[in-house]
T-cell receptor, first 116, second 113 residues
Framework: GAVVSQHPSRVICKSGTSVKIECRSLDFQATTMFWYRQFPKQSLMLMATSNEGSKATYEQGVEKDKFLINHASLTLSTLTVTSAHPEDSSFYIC????????????FGQGTRLTVV | AQSVTQLGSHVSVSEGALVLLRCNYS??????LFWYVQYPNQGLQLLLK??????LVKGINGFEAEFKKSETSFHLTKPSAHMSDAAEYFC???????????FGAGTILRVKS
C-alpha cells in the first residue's frame, strides 16, 4: 500500500504553546487529506477534511482557529494545535486519499500529543 | 447520515479459535465498507474493503468479511486466531462518491494462549 509519513510520533508541550504535526504522502498525490482525533479507548473522530489548495472543512464542534490545517501541496498537510491546553492531549492521525471514487484512504502512524 | 455499530468492545478468543467481530451499519445510500486494524500507538492499517461486486471479501492476514445487505452487516472473521492478531479493529463506512469515513467504536481483540 501507499506510504504515509506522520511526524512527530510523540510530542510533549507546555500549555499555551503551539504544536505542528506534519503528514506526508511519499509515493502518491494526496488530493484529499483528513485529520482525526482519537481519545483513549475511543474511536477516531474526524476533525476536518482538506483538498489541496483550498481551505479545510471542519466538522461541527471543531474550532478552526485552534486547529489550523494547511494542505499546501499534494504531498504535505499540516495540523497546528494553537495555544494548546491539557484537554487537547490526544492521539492525532492523518489520512490521505488519492483521487475519488472507491480509492482507499491511507493512514499515518499517528502523533501522541501530551500538553502539560 | 451513516453510522456504524460494533457489537462488543472486547472480544477474547483462544489461539487457533475462530475470530468473529461484528459490524452493523446504517446508510441511506449504497455504502463502501472497510475493516481496519490498529496496534497500540500506531495508525490504522486496512484489512479489507467492500465496494461493489462479490459480497465475500478476502483481506490480509487471513481475514475475510461478508457484506449482507439484508442484514446491514459486514462481520469480520478469521478461521484460526494467532497471537499476533491481538489488536483493536475498526469497522468503517463511506458512501459511494463521498469523502467521509465514519468509524465504529472499535473492538479490542485479545488472543489467549
Amino acid at each position: 500500500g501507499a506510504v504515509v509519513s506522520q511526524h512527530p510520533s510523540r510530542v510533549i508541550c507546555k500549555s499555551g504553546t503551539s504544536v505542528k504535526i506534519e503528514c506526508r504522502s511519499l509515493d502518491f498525490q494526496a488530493t484529499t487529506m483528513f485529520w482525526y482525533r482519537q481519545f483513549p479507548k475511543q474511536s477516531l473522530m474526524l476533525m476536518a477534511t482538506s483538498n489541496e489548495g483550498s481551505k479545510a472543512t471542519y466538522e461541527q464542534g471543531v474550532e478552526k482557529d485552534k486547529f489550523l490545517i494547511n494542505h499546501a501541496s499534494l504531498t504535505l498537510s499540516t495540523l497546528t494545535v494553537t495555544s494548546a491546553h491539557p484537554e487537547d492531549s490526544s492521539f492525532y492521525i492523518c489520512s490521505l486519499r488519492e483521487g475519488a471514487g472507491n480509492t482507499e484512504a491511507f493512514f499515518g502512524q499517528g502523533t501522541r500529543l501530551t500538553v502539560v | 447520515a451513516q453510522s456504524v455499530t460494533q457489537l462488543g468492545s472486547h472480544v477474547s478468543v483462544s489461539e487457533g479459535a475462530l475470530v468473529l467481530l461484528r459490524c452493523n451499519y446504517s446508510s441511506s445510500v449504497p455504502p463502501y465498507l472497510f475493516w481496519y486494524v490498529q496496534y497500540p500507538n500506531q495508525g490504522l492499517q486496512l484489512l479489507l474493503k467492500y465496494t461493489t461486486g462479490a459480497t465475500l471479501v478476502k483481506g490480509i492476514n487471513g481475514f475475510e468479511a461478508e457484506f449482507k445487505k439484508s442484514e446491514t452487516s459486514f462481520h469480520l472473521t478469521k478461521p484460526s486466531a494467532h497471537m499476533s492478531d491481538a489488536a483493536e479493529y475498526f469497522c468503517a463506512v463511506r458512501v459511494q462518491g463521498g469523502n467521509k469515513l465514519v468509524f465504529g467504536a472499535g473492538t479490542i481483540l485479545r488472543v489467549k494462549s
